[in-house]
């Protein structure tokens, strides 16, 4: 796949994977990204993870042709992009391995070598210069290990962005921006949504350089529309409100919360309300509730009172929001207790050192089955967050 006459694609995708990092569910695989760009000197960026070192190696070979790469390009260590570096010295040995000194030394940590023989350190504002292409190295610490770097060529405006702007998901021939939006804020905020501070930073970096083409390890190649991926980052990353709308997350014992929450969706689309993103936290993805919880401005948590505390399954929900640096929302509660209901109290104790979380007034308290109180309740509590 040619991303420019002189830059080509190396990568690979994985479509037997199920969880990516042992957790975020995959069901239309992953892709692994590498580049080669063909100059006087040819550098490949990064490498694969290690299910598939000999294609890699293959994929390098048939694009450099009678030529062998001169530099390796390391912009990030975590091992899905580094596990074949190794491999990749021994059948080059005449490569260069280039990236930050932090990235070697955890090079170390899985391969006991440095390669300090054959490193070239680099970090902010460093240049690299190819034949007609030139590298230039932007530091991105925490976006999202703290050694990754960015690097910018200077040519053909085209900026390797390590983990940003990535997405979960093979690489699809025929489509490659499938569901772009949904796989890259559940990727991001699955991911590197912790570190906004530090992912606003680089894009404070970014904008000062003339991007023409995103190449991510992750997702396809971002060409057109640039200036929409590099917004969507910063609302992201400035935890602002991407569309129009309301979550709500619920859980739900013996059906009468969810019977709560279906009455309050259905007044709520009523009312005006553009979106209703609903989940059911004991049977849907978690990092889908956690992407819509940070898509919209509002979010509506229901449980019930469990052991005298909330409900397990929902109090892994707020620890997973709280985790990412939930914040500048407004919660709107739904609590449930057929004797002593405190999970509203609980959930806004949990919320208590987020920054920007304002609270409802009106809580909706049941004790059971609803009420025509609960039903006045649902109706307060519409007119208060539509």
Known sequence: MKITDDILYAGVNDTKIDLFEGQFHVPNGMSYNSYIILDEKTAVMDSVDHHFGEEWISNIEKICGE???DFLIV???EPDHSANILRFAERFPNAKIVSSLMAFNMLKNYFGTDFSDRRIIVKEGDTLSLGKHTLQFISAPNVHWPEVMFSFEQTEKVLFSADGFGKFGAIDEKDPLYDWECEARR?????????GANVQTALKKASSLDIKILCPLHGPVLSENVGKYIQLY????????ESEGIA??????????????????KKLLNAGCKKCAVSDLARCDIHEAVEDAFRYGTLVLATVTYNCDIFPTMKNFIEALKERNYQNRKIALIENGTWAPVAAKKIKALFEESKN????????TIKGEMTEETDTQIDALVKEIV
């Open 67 to 69: 030529k062998t790469p």
């Open 234 to 241: 910063d609302i992201w990353s400035s935890y602002g409100v």
């Open 357 to 364: 979380i304002s609270f409802a007034n009106t809580v909706i």
């Open 75 to 77: 912009h990030h260590a």
């Open 187 to 195: 990727y991001y905020f699955g991911i590197v949504g912790k570190f």
């Open 248 to 265: 709500i997350a619920y859980t739900s014992v013996y059906g009468h919360t969810e019977k709560v929450v279906k009455s309050l969706e």
